[in-house]
């Protein structure tokens, strides 16, 4: 099958609970978010993250997203990766996807390194013959050694983020999502990282990354789109990136 995104109007609202509108909507119009708001039951505050957003990628499409902070680059990146259910538009996801937004999550602190190179494994949807198969270059590219049979609570911030990117970046995947261009660890594992990156980058038929760093958009995508207050605007040449 081949690998594509669509997305047609796509429309996501939170609620905010014990926060009074008006104080809420000075926030926001601070913050630079469209915030559209909405009284709702129950006390609660809807605000509106994404509104009527429209995509349409194809295999070797490399799509970079910009705007300010809280413009929805992220909330968009998890609503693709499936974290959020749209309240309004329809969604359409071909191919196998990668998300390295939070590296950290569903890592459990009481388990060893190697459980919870599983674990990660398990949530990015690999199986179990996949993750047997992969275990060996995911321990050695963490450079971790005989601290995998340790308890993560045990390690070092250094350590942890180690452990949590080479499980993370260990799929093989169709779809790629991203949240910022990702560098971890000492200087030598971050050009490790880096080429890590590059090459995942490479092998995936689709690429989303959100990042303020024009040079990296420019080096990885051919596509840009700008969002702003929720809104994303049309998908523009890389070239057209100010």
């Not at 388990?111 to 199986?127: D, F, H, K, Q």
């Not at 689709?206 to 995508?221: D, G, M, R, T, Y």
Request: charged share 20%; glycine share 10%.
């Amino acid at each position: 099958m081949t690998s594509a995104i669509s997305a047609q109007g796509l429309t996501l609202r939170f609620p905010v609970y014990g926060v009074d509108n008006r104080s809420l909507k000075k926030y926001l119009a601070r913050i630079r978010v469209g915030g559209q708001l909405a009284a709702s039951s129950g006390g609660a505050t809807m605000v509106t993250a994404l509104r009527g957003v429209n995509l349409s990628l194809r295999a070797g499409d490399r799509l970079g997203i910009v705007g300010s902070n809280g413009s929805g680059k992220t909330t968009l990146l998890r609503t693709l990766a499936g974290a959020y259910m749209p309240d309004e538009g329809r969604l359409e996801i071909h191919g196998r996807v990668a998300s390295l937004l939070d590296l950290q999550v569903g890592l459990d602190p009481s388990a060893t390194g190697i459980e919870n190179i599983r674990l990660r494994c398990l949530v990015a949807g690999m199986s179990t013959a996949e993750i047997n198969e992969k275990l060996p270059q995911i321990a050695e590219f963490s450079g971790l050694g005989a601290y995998l049979a340790m308890p993560l609570k045990t390690y070092s911030a250094g350590m942890l983020a180690r452990l949590a990117f080479a499980a993370a970046t260990a799929i093989d995947a169709d779809i790629l999502l991203m949240d910022e261009w990702i560098a971890v660890g000492d200087a030598d594992f971050q050009e490790q990282a880096h080429e890590r990156l590059t090459s995942l980058v490479e092998s995936a038929r689709i690429l989303v990354l959100a990042s303020h760093n024009p040079q990296i958009l420019k080096s990885f995508c051919n596509k840009v789109i700008r969002m702003e207050g929720g809104k994303a605007g049309p998908i523009m040449p890389i070239e057209d990136l100010d």
